[in-house]
């Protein structure tokens, strides 16, 4: 449910609808608005009725919200959210471009890559520490080590870094070392892993489970959100298909779905949803044409011997020339590269 009060509500008016609400037990958010107040309410399990709140104090309407998720829709919250990252803006007139190998293989190969990405203009440097990984003998990261040579390439680059928090474990040296949790799509279901996401002050990127629809995607944010942490960017990767000639099929018409039921920010990663270095250039310009709020794509300076992922992942010169492109075509979309 959403509760609306009458315009400029003095403080008493809602303070008295916020009372009431804790008091039935359920939890409530303050939404401000230029001249109005609305408060939504999280936390009942079943639908409320108007006539609880309709009678208060300053209330001018109530409207119930359908929707399984509330705080990732846009009945909570009508503007697209905007937050920073380092010299990054995930949220409208903004395009964030991430780049990185898909995995920190060693100090070495990390700076060479996080240097060719910065010099090239990306805005967040990607790396995975922590590998989920189909057969349990490939490579599955450096674990920590990897985490300090992000460190390394951060402190160099002036990047801030996103990597990936596999469970609890990892999840708390993640939080310690990046500016972005990464939740993989093998993750967007591990629903105890999104309630301590939940709990901490630093932004989750949440990729799209493989075969999520979105109502199960944004409910996943709301998992995120509802534990008090609302700076979450979706990221679309692309979901299983029928066909072989991609690893995935980026969903983009979800992107626009996505983006009309939730305010959050949109990543699209073209490097795992579609699995081939000559498609990740253009997925990459659609995705900017389209509306997506950020790009995270795989970049290696030798993807023949990269340890995870070689196939998809551009050199730093095709990075160089696709970022280029982007500067170009995003100022007549109204934006501007981060
Ligand atoms: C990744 O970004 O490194 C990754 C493993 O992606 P996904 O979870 O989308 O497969
Ligand atoms: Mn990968």
Request: aromatic share 6%.
């Amino acid at each position: 449910m959403l509760i609306l009060m009458k315009s400029n509500p003095s403080k008493e008016q809602v303070d008295g609808v916020v009372a009431k609400i804790t008091q039935l037990g359920y939890k409530p958010h303050l939404i401000p608005g230029e001249h109005d107040v609305a408060v939504g309410i999280t936390g009942n399990e079943t639908a409320l009725d108007p006539e609880t709140f309709i009678a208060l104090d300053g209330v001018k309407e109530c409207i119930p919200v359908t929707k399984p998720y509330k705080l990732a829709g846009r009945a909570f919250k009508k503007t697209d959210t905007s937050f920073q990252v380092g010299n990054a803006t995930f949220g409208p007139g903004s395009f964030v471009v991430i780049a990185g190998p898909c995995a920190v293989e060693s100090e070495e190969q990390t700076l060479r890559i996080a240097r060719a990405v910065k010099a090239a203009g990306a805005a967040v440097l990607r790396g995975g520490a922590y590998k989920p990984r189909s057969s349990p003998y490939a490579f599955r990261g450096m674990g920590v080590d990897g985490l300090k040579i992000l460190k390394l390439a951060s402190k160099e680059t002036g990047l801030p870094v996103i990597t990936e928090a596999l469970d609890p474990e990892s999840l708390e040296k993640v939080y310690e070392y990046a500016d972005i949790i990464q939740l993989g799509t093998r993750n967007m279901q591990n629903f105890s892993l999104l309630d301590l996401v939940g709990k901490l002050d630093k932004p989750v990127m949440l990729k799209r489970g493989m075969s999520a629809t979105i109502e199960e995607w944004l409910q996943a944010a709301e998992y995120i959100m509802s534990g008090g942490n609302t700076k979450v960017i979706l990221c679309e990767r692309g979901v299983r298909s029928f066909d072989t000639n991609t690893r995935n099929m980026v969903d983009l018409g979800g992107v626009l779905a996505v983006r009309n039921l939730s305010h959050l920010p949109v990543c699209v990663d073209p490097s795992h949803g579609t699995g081939k270095r000559f498609m990740v250039t253009p997925m990459s310009r659609a995705a900017l044409a389209l509306g997506a709020n950020a790009v995270m794509i795989d970049v290696h300076d030798r993807p023949a011997e990269a340890l995870c992922d070689g196939p998809q992942a551009i050199l730093p010169d095709e990075f160089a020339e696709l970022v280029k492109t982007l500067r170009q075509l995003a100022p007549p979309l109204g934006l501007k590269l981060a």
